[in-house]
C-alpha cells in the first residue's frame, strides 16, 4: 500500500545466506507487481516481476511470491553477496490503470 | 542502449523560483511516468504522460505543477514557486506502447532542494 513515512524495516543477514523479504499489498484489484532494489543516491532497478495469474515466478538468485488470498508478497534472494545490500520496494499495479502503488520498502544489510 | 536519461542530476533553488526537471525515456518507449520520493520513503506517482497528452495527472498537486511529453523532446516536470516541501527526488520511468509490456523502467532521478 502506500508508504506511511515511517523507518524502513530492516533486513540483516550475513553473506551467503538466503533472504526474504516481504510486502502486504492493498488493493485486491492488483493485477500486476514488481520488486524493485534501489541503492543510495540512484533510482529504482527492476528485478522481477509477476502478474497475479501466477503464484511463483523464478529469475537469477531471486524467486516472488504471490498470495492473493492474503495479499502478500515476497522476494527470495539466494546466496546473498554483499551488493545486494539496498532498500527493496514492492510496487502493485491495479487493473485498468498504468500507475505503480509503492510499499514502504525494506532495507537490506549483507554482513560479510 | 542508453536507459531513461534524467537532467539535472541536483538541482538547488530558492523559495519562489522556477525547477524544471527533464527526462528522455528509453529508446522506443512512449510512456512516462513521474514520481516523487521523500527521504525513507517509497516512490508516490504523479504523472502519467503519452506523447502529446496526460492521461492521468491524479497525483499532481493542483497549484504550481505541470508537466509535458511534447511530440519531440524530453518530458519535463515544472515547479513553480517552489517552496521547501518541494525538496525530494523526482524519478521518470518509461515504458514500451505494447500495453502487455508493462514494467517500467526507472532514470536515476532529480533531487531538488529548496532552500
Known amino acids: 500500500g502506500e508508504s506511511v513515512g515511517l523507518h524502513l524495516p530492516t533486513l540483516s543477514v550475513q553473506e551467503g545466506d538466503n533472504s526474504i523479504i516481504n510486502c502486504a499489498y492493498s488493493?485486491?484489484?492488483?493485477?500486476?507487481f514488481i520488486w524493485y532494489k534501489q541503492e543510495s543516491g540512484k533510482g529504482p532497478q527492476f528485478i522481477i516481476d509477476?502478474?497475479?495469474?501466477?503464484d511463483k515466478r523464478q529469475g537469477q538468485r531471486v524467486t516472488v511470491l504471490l498470495n492473493k488470498t492474503v495479499k502478500h508478497l515476497s522476494l527470495q534472494i539466494a546466496a546473498t553477496q554483499p551488493g545486494d545490500s539496498a532498500v527493496y520496494f514492492c510496487?502493485?499495479?491495479?487493473?485498468?490503470?498504468?500507475?505503480?502503488?509503492f510499499g514502504q520498502g525494506t532495507r537490506l544489510t549483507i554482513n560479510p | 542502449n542508453a536507459g531513461v536519461m534524467q537532467n539535472p542530476r541536483h538541482l538547488v533553488r530558492r523559495r519562489g523560483q522556477e525547477a524544471r526537471l527533464r527526462c528522455s525515456p528509453m529508446?522506443?518507449?512512449?510512456?512516462v511516468y513521474w514520481y516523487r520520493q521523500l527521504p525513507e520513503e517509497g516512490l508516490k506517482f504523479m504523472v502519467y504522460?503519452?506523447?502529446?497528452?496526460?492521461?492521468?495527472e491524479s497525483g499532481m498537486p493542483k497549484e504550481r505543477f505541470s508537466a509535458e511529453f511534447p511530440k519531440e523532446g524530453p518530458s519535463i516536470l515544472r515547479i513553480q514557486q517552489v517552496v521547501r516541501g518541494d525538496s525530494a527526488a523526482y524519478f521518470c520511468?518509461?515504458?514500451?506502447?505494447?500495453?502487455?509490456?508493462?514494467?517500467?523502467?526507472f532514470g536515476p532521478g532529480t533531487r531538488l532542494l529548496v532552500l
Open positions: 520511468a518509461s515504458s514500451p506502447p505494447d500495453r502487455a509490456r508493462e514494467t517500467q523502467y
Open positions: 488493493n485486491s484489484a492488483s493485477d500486476y
Open positions: 509477476i502478474r497475479s495469474n501466477m
Open positions: 510496487a502493485e499495479k491495479i487493473k485498468g490503470a498504468q500507475k505503480l502503488v
Open positions: 529508446k522506443g518507449h512512449s510512456h
Open positions: 504522460l503519452q506523447k502529446e497528452n496526460i492521461i492521468d
